[in-house]
């Protein structure tokens, strides 16, 4: 575990709390100043941005298509999801790509964070004090060492369809 | 009892097929009663499920199919004469299964209908003397080998009571499934006898007396091996074993020409009805087999030449064998040899049974019975000592198997067991003996029809088909790849081409795994007209050509239902009844051709009848009553527009809706399914001369070939069957033939007016503005995609157009299902993701195809302006005078032209202009509005006159406006109506005040002639 924590200093004494039974596993990444878990059973893979092709008329929040080895893959602006400031122009965005039910979709992230292993005594609802656009596409958080880990809600950050 | 379920699934897939091809034997049978080799073919079908499901343990439906092979039987017999009734009931039976075959698929019972009156049917329609030949029938399951498992064919042998009836029946019912496997039998000994033979041959110690045993019949010869590999090793044994194997082989032999003498019995007993010939020809059938095989065995065993015991294929399975006697020999220990030597007997009787009970007529010449199986027992026991006589020596002994009334049975009854003994003996002979099973096995299953063919989940040919779209896409990519960097060596090159090659034939390949005939379709149309024709007491004849015209199997799928219901159609509505048919000098039988084929990458079905043709009067009256159009546009429309409002929803012609069709739904649907995978359905009719349907679909849906284009530096797809033409506008034509009427543009393409859509201006491209297109326009050409959806066409403007390419269809994911103006995606060779377009969803985004009722097929010709559900409809907004603002519906416009002053001239005091090679009367609506004098506006030279085009059939009239000032896509309420000539009355548009022109009133009144040719009603309008 603690070799693994090379981009997320704040998480860096999370890993001392897996001594605890109910152990889950989050792949993390940092989207604005938000750091966000995902069932590490659901991350179908981590990519470098790629080149998108824009699907006209569709929800701004859809960045576009990419092609993932012969499958065609909608990627979701997580920023924009969120409700956040667009990120920098020239800071490229990293795909997570996440499977969710039957669907393989891919959100951008602004940076990827470690795999790291929580207990469920750190597990906690969601405070009211989230705001609330990412409220409600978060399950509940773990309490970290200076840092609360949002639990993204899969289902609900891809269902783009809805909010629009 | 307990079964796989994959037994019960394989019994149901084999009952289904078999079911289908009862159906079309019915047909058969009913235009040809009397042929025997049908209704044996029918028989066998019922047989064989019958047989299956009694292993299975399913009743009731054995029940019911054994009433229906009752009926058969005595139909077989000649005890019942064929009639409809007959094969109604047997139709019945067939549906009657396939329902309970369904119930069993979907709940694994039979469920609680026992379907009494069908059987009640059955058992009344058959004689009712006919019982004797019936309860031997009872008793006969199926010993075919059709039955899929190898098992259950031993234990049905096992538990039935074999009858000389039965051994007849198995005898008379040559299948190809039996032929093959006998002759794979009949291979099969020769190639195990040559093998010991061979073997024995190399053996030191071959006494003459074994050679006595040698010949003389296939049961022997793996005991006479054992026999000489005994003697080899042990000399005293010899003898006595020797004596036993003989003893046995007599016996055997003798039970076997009881056999067959039996069988003859049970012909001339069971048959008696029947003709002579029958019996007697399928006894000697039967007797040539015997005959054919045992000499097979025999010259094999002695190694004389003979043609039917195909020595090449004998040696090489014979090396094989050989060893694994060897081996065999060599395990086993001495006391086991007599127990070894009753199991190759027992299984070898089995293997000579299994080939007596089948058939092989192309095999023999035909002898006289008695003398072939005189001639069977001569050979077989005359060979031993004479070696080289095959020929006849046919006077000896006939009464030989006579004299042995009993041991028909035996055998039979004896035959399955081997395999359990054998199975439990010591290990060793166990090994054998399983291995020995398995050599038999295994060539049967190598060649036997069934297993030519394999059954392979269609998921899994998706899942191919998938990695197949992959791979062609790579392929592509590596292509340009190549192309991109020339000086790569020339072997890379090389084999990038052969990658290229191998791509195309296993994409290919692949494809043609997912096609079936579209006979799988067809094939139940016969049992459908018979039906109609049957109900509407008419007389029909249906042909078919083109029945091995392969399609995919989702769009067989896609095109069942439409095709089913196209034939019902013509059968029920199409073709009149004979009486009719004669008074209008056609033959009293109609004529149903469906025919399909192959042309450009697409099928071609044509559904062809000579019937009534449609009659287009009607259709108008209906279509009109129905509100589907309006008088007037009908008054319009041409004899092909008239035929084609068959294909609008909620049309239905029939006068007496029956209860084949006529329903009202129906060909709109047909049309919209027929579309949604991307075909196209059209019809030509000649009244009382009859009516032809094509459709048009492609190949396969999977990978479409599509135009790809450019606009806004992004690529599109347009799939290519919705690519009618390219255009380039250049230079003055941009100015001269693209009118444009508030950012609506439309181009004059030979005479018509075609809309234009600006692909960028549609999607909401970021590039785009106004003047980028403004710009466009004026600086050099633009390239116009015309494209045809719903029946309409229109131009969609794109910066570039490149070339076409085979892309394969993905769909898009669930956030961008809603997107109506993209079908999908795909991927490009560059590794790119395209947009494939959706032209129907962007005709209806730019309003260039009216969306009414949310349904694809309803094209704005059939929209009733003044009463459609969704009133929003496309408004030619003009100005007339200073301010009068007029609105009228576009559909009513022909076109819009602009003259010049000097352009119009007088006639007879009207004001015309010389268009299109004729005269266009001009009506100035201004002058007709203000109540000028005459509409006597003297025109400059240089005047540009606004000229709205209207059409009234075959002549068309000008209305002249002062300005064209939009055209607006919205309903038309029309709140105030003060009267006024040649107005509807007022509606809001663009909120403002605007009238609503009355075409047709202002025509009356100044055109009355106009109107001549049109219908009454129709003046009578307003």
Redesign the interface.
Known sequence: MQSEETVMTSTEDSGRDSSTHLQAQFATFLVGDLLFGVDVMQVQEIIRYQ?????????PM?E????L??????A?DMRRRLGLEERDADHLPMNVVVRHED?V?SLLVDEIGDVLEVSASQFEQTPDTIEARSRELVEGVYKLDGKLLLVLDCARA????VVE | MSFDNELISEFIIESLEGLDRLDEELLKLENNPTDTGTINSIFRIVHTIKGTCGFLDFKILESISHKGENLLDSLRAGRVGFSTEIATSLLNLGDALRSILGTIEETGSEGDELYEELVNTLIALNDPNATPKESAQEEQPAPQAEEPPQEEETVQAATQESSPSEEHATEEEPSPGVEEQSEEVNQLLADINKGLDKHRSGDAAVSPTEDSADGESSEDLLANLFDGDASAEEDTDESSSESQADSTDIEQLLAQGQAEQATQEGDSENESTETEETPLEAASEEADITNHDLIAEVLGDSSIPWAGGEPETAEEASTPQEAQQKEVQEAKAEQEQEQEQEQEQEQEQEQEQESLSSDEPGQQESKPPSEEETVTVEAKREEPSQKEVVEPQASAQPETPAAQPTPTPEPKSTAPEPKSTAMSQSAPVDQAAQKLVKSENAPLSKSSIADSSLRVDVELLDSLMNLVGELVLARNQILQFTKMNSETNANFTNTCQRLNLITSELQEGVMKTRMQPIANVWNKFPRIIRDIARACGKEIKLEMEGKDTDLDKTILEAIKDPLTHIVRNAADHGIETPDVREENGKPREGTLLLSAFHEGGHVIIEIVDNGAGLNTERIKEKAIEKGVVSSEKAARMSEQDLQRLIFAPGFSTAEQVTNISGRGVGMDVVRSNIEKIGGSVDIQSQLGVGTTLKIKIPLTLAIVPALMVSTADQRFAIPQVSLLELLRIEGDKIDTQIEEIHGSLFYRLRGDLLPLVYLSHELQMEHYTREDEQEKKKDRAINVVVVKADEKEFGLVVDVVHDTEEIVVKPLGRQLKNIEVFAGATILGDGKVALILDILGIGKKAHVINDVNDSSDHTDELTDEEHGNDDRESLLLVRIGESQRLAIPLVKVDRLEEFTGSAIEQASGRMVVQYRGGILPLINLSSFFNREEKQQHIYADDDLVNVIVFRCGERAVGFIVGQILDIVYESLNIQYSQGKEGVLGSAVVQEKITDVLDSNAVLQMLEPQLLEDTQSQHQGAQ
């Open positions: 080149e998108m092709t824009p699907v006209p008329q569709s929800s859809i576009g298509l990419i092609n080895r012969g499958q065609i893959i909608t979701i669907e979709i891809t269902d783009v369809e």
